[in-house]
């Protein structure tokens, strides 16, 4: 089956342009993660969804980041007024349940590069 | 709050046996390890659960101490295909919040 897919994989903006990163979770998946990655680090978390509901916000660096995932689906993370600072992988993962005791499935990652 | 992972990078050679430490300032629920290779996204290897509860590959073994908030993977009879950065992922409880905070990393090296 499908895994974790995530578009597009590669970014280039322009420090001040708004980008909008796609993730299409594996199907049946409640759980969604975003997390952000710089280089040499582990996963920070961003934000959790239980399908449609963003129940966790708290990892967001600043309200330029936002999340939605308004079916249930796919999900999506705008970051506004891009910033070099943003510049790192951002990664989604899904997980079948909705308790911690399931494991996370990655997408392959968004390479943002602010120029 | 981040896990602090040790040791921080270790090379080994083929067949040989390794052991990286997890370690929580946190009372945990959960311990979750993954290896993530060079540009790549990191895979799932195992998951330890609060009252012993384990899941994951056959190869691939790991302990979790509850009253320590520590968790160790032991690689045995290593492969090439071992090589990567793992990360110990750690959750807190689930309910609200299902989120992973990832320890720093250990950089595991294999050679023929």
């Known amino acids: 089956g499908a895994g974790v897919s995530q578009s597009p994989r590669y970014k280039v903006a322009k420090r001040g342009q708004d980008v909008a990163l796609r993730c299409d979770p594996i199907?049946?998946?409640?759980?969604l993660f975003w997390y952000q990655q710089a280089l040499g680090q582990g996963p920070e978390f961003l934000t959790y969804?239980?399908?449609?509901?963003?129940?966790?916000k708290s990892g967001l660096p600043s309200d330029r980041f936002f999340a939605e995932r308004p079916e249930g689906s796919v999900s999506t993370l705008k970051i506004q007024r891009t910033q070099q600072e943003d510049s790192a992988v951002y990664l989604c993962?899904?997980?079948?349940?909705?308790?911690?005791?399931?494991?996370?499935?990655f997408g392959p990652g968004t390479r943002l590069t602010v120029t | 709050q981040q896990p602090v992972q040790s040791p921080q990078a270790v090379i080994l050679r083929e067949g040989e046996d390794a052991v990286i430490n997890c370690s929580s300032s946190?009372?945990?629920?959960?311990v979750h390890w993954y290896r993530q290779k060079h540009g790549e996204a990191p895979v799932f290897l195992m998951i330890?659960?609060?009252?012993?509860e384990q899941k994951g590959h056959e190869k691939i073994s790991a302990s979790f101490n509850e009253k320590k908030q520590q968790s160790s993977l032991y690689l045995t009879a290593s492969q090439l295909s071992y090589s990567g950065t793992y990360f110990c992922?750690?959750?807190?409880?689930?309910?609200?919040?299902?989120?992973?905070?990832f320890g720093t990393g250990t950089l595991l090296a294999v050679q023929p």
């Open positions: 993962a899904s997980s079948f349940g909705d308790m911690g005791s399931y494991e996370q499935y």
């Open positions: 199907s049946g998946h409640v759980s």
């Open positions: 969804f239980q399908n449609e509901a963003q129940l966790d």
């Open positions: 946190k009372a945990l629920y959960s």
């Open positions: 330890l659960l609060k009252g012993g």
């Open positions: 992922g750690t959750g807190l409880g689930g309910g609200a919040t299902n989120k992973l905070i």
